[in-house]
């Protein structure tokens, strides 16, 4: 009988109510050899929780220690190991720690497979009532007013719907920004504490939602947004800096030169910033 064969197997942990783990999920704690956890004190009060003891040995994996860890768990996983990857809630990898540890194993040509469960985005998505049949997910957003302005100006034609993870102390910065790159009336919601008691899903235009976050918000925060109609007029980004362009043209510039200019100032797109202008003339 040959050796067993090493495996990565990614699991889902639940992103609020412990209730949503599934029976594999307790399979695979129970029975890994080695469970690596993003905390290892979150991962002790989950099993807790679930009743379940972890046989196997427990290792921290964190975007702290990623880098050195990796090659020693890939070894594992090479000489026979199943080894789980568990983070704080969801799915590891999506915007978790292992992304860098999946790459390793599949350039060792190691097996790596997935116990599927709660999903942040997924869950977001389905109860915002926003379009679903196309959607992307952008993470989270630059801390700095300047370089998230310029990552949403480039979103802001975006035809599919967008989902943002955002911390609660930013939400009303980031719900402010997004209704000036996509103009307030652009539908959005606001989702919060998932599957916890205290669940709440606030939509409406993001201009709306920015007013309403003003008196803070509280817990996890997933952020819906519609993508832009096709055939909607040009977007509040390119609605500012359209007198700019006019001027500029009339004085004698060329439009070509002005738009991809101003292009690179504000990360529109030159080409949509040309047919706005030449609609408006």
């Not at 720690?97 to 999946?102: A, D, I, K, S």
Request: hydrophobic share 40%; aromatic share 4%.
């Amino acid at each position: 009988m040959g050796a067993p064969e090493g495996t990565l197997v990614l699991a889902a942990t639940p992103i609020g109510d412990s209730r949503d783990a599934s029976p594999r999920l307790l399979d695979e704690l129970a029975g890994a050899g080695v469970v690596a956890a993003e905390d290892t004190r979150r991962l002790r009060r989950l099993t807790d929780r679930l009743g379940v003891s972890v046989t196997g040995e427990v290792v921290s994996y964190h975007e702290h220690n990623e880098a050195s860890r990796t090659p020693e768990l890939v070894e594992r996983i090479a000489a026979g190991d199943r080894v789980l990857l568990v983070t704080d809630a969801g799915m590891p990898s999506v915007s978790d720690p292992g992304y860098r540890l999946v790459s390793a194993c599949v350039e060792a040509d190691l097996r790596v497979t997935c116990v599927p469960g709660p999903s942040a985005v997924l869950m977001s998505l389905a109860v915002s009532g926003l379009p679903v049949d196309r959607f992307c997910f952008e993470g989270f957003l630059p801390r700095k007013a300047g370089e998230r302005g310029s990552v949403l100006a480039e979103l802001a034609q975006e035809p599919r719907t967008m989902v943002f993870f955002e911390a609660p102390h930013r939400v009303a910065q980031t719900l402010a920004a997004m209704a000036q790159a996509f103009g307030p009336d652009r539908p959005g919601a606001v989702c919060r504490e998932l599957t916890k008691t205290y669940e709440e899903v606030r939509r409406g235009g993001l201009g709306e939602l920015a007013d309403w976050a003003q008196d803070g918000v509280k817990g996890e925060i997933t952020i819906v947004v519609q993508g832009r109609d096709a055939s909607a007029g040009p977007t509040h980004g390119e609605v500012d800096v359209i007198p700019e362009i006019l001027a500029r043209t009339a004085a004698g510039e060329r439009l070509k030169d002005v738009c991809r200019q101003i292009a690179g100032r504000t990360g529109l797109s030159a080409r949509d910033l040309y047919e706005a202008a030449v609609a408006a003339r």
